[in-house]
């Protein structure tokens, strides 16, 4: 799968890029935290946002199991769980993860591939 | 003030051969003759999109097929909300005096002209390309993301929800126009295959041809008078990961929005058209609108009330989930339907009474939304 890059560059990469790094954005002026990367804040409008690496924990918020897919090579993943979780510095994203996830579950975030590229995958806290 | 003159519905289902261009003349001849109407009184045109004809130009492309010169012409774009988002904009601009009878029309050969799977990849597309497409969500799974959290925080069962896929069906063999005709009961949902947990094969729309139409009007044109007393509508997010909470989506603010215009309470509304791409979006929408207490919608449907002859009938056509759903054509079949209630032409599911109705459309992932409320003068 293509990656189409929508966002302004930052000099960290993150699994988008093929790093095992899940990164987020806060803004200086009015605290506000993100996660889809822009050049400003989208809830003050500051620029400048501070980027930096989250932590990898946080807590399942919503949960299913995909068990039918619309491409060949998420097709050969079937089935597969895509969860949002709510992260512990205050934004939310989606990832991949174990098919046996709840909400409410605290999960701390891995790497796996998934169709040929790196994409986040959590796990149940240990 | 405006008026819906005229309506025009095809069949939904199968149309081997017929490009989107054929549906949407098909369903445009059919409301222009309803109005009583003229191709050269059409004097606006808005048109949707087709995943199968994607055009820059479509509205253009379509006013010179179909043999209109309008004044003012465009196509919109709010996914699945862009039926009601062209008929609100219709009302809006004939309100404003920009033009007396605007042509609303869509249509679509989703099915037959593309892949099952080329759909549902064109559809997960309304994902965010970076953060979420490559994860290899699909329409269900965004849907099933948000069932799971709802059905949490209010302690629904997917049997409740099944209840709305047996509602639906149950109406959509009164049509002859609806894509399915064969009975389901609760058991057949919970049994049928699972797309994206805890969503199953029969909570979820099918793919259809088909096309839809109207036309708004700023006078009567016939002895028939179903006016647009307000609209409105709510953009919350985009992306269902960048939703602030699953619970509310901005349903509420749209109808409210509506309300304000058009002055209706919500008990006053007699007839209901409510989206329902899924069992979920049907039962969150009911909820959050206010038509039914929150994890209360299924109780109403098990008691009758959202049937041909309960308290507040709902989408008496089958709705997306059984008329079936073209794209933008889809929730204009609710407007159809809808219309066909106030001026009591819905034959064998004719309700007692549909004079004040309420509409109400999504797009996304519950992302866009537009309210309607439509009065019999």
Redesign the interface.
Known sequence: ?T?????EATSIADW?EGAEAVLYQSCGACRHV???RRGFCPSCGAENPQTKQASGKGEV???????????P??KA?VP?A???VDMEEGF?????GDNDLG?GDEVVMQFKL??G?L??YVVKKT | MSFITGVGLTPFGRHEGRSTIDLMSTAAESALSDAELKRKDIDGLLCGYSTTMPHLMLATVFAEHFGVQPAYAHAIQVGGATGLAMVMLAHELVDAGVANNILVVAGENRLTGQSRDSAMQALAQVGHPQFEVPLGPTIPAYYGLIASRYMHEYGLRPEDLAEFAVLMRKHAIAHPGAQFHDPITVEDVMASREISTPLKLLDCCPVSDGGAALVVSRDPTNARRVKITGCGQAHMHQHVSAARTLTEFGAAAAVERARARSGTAISDVKYAAIYDSFTITLTILLEEIGLAGRGESASRVRNGDFGIGGALPLNTHGGLLSYGHCGCGGAMAHVVETHLQMTERAGPRQVRDASVALLHGDGGVMSSHVSMFLERM
């Open positions: 799968m990656k189409a890059a929508i966002s988008t993100w996660y889809f918020y919503a949960t299913t199991i995909v068990r039918r897919a619309a491409t090579e998420a993943h597969y895509i969860v949002l939310r994203m989606m990832a991949h909400i998934f169709a590229a994409a986040p």
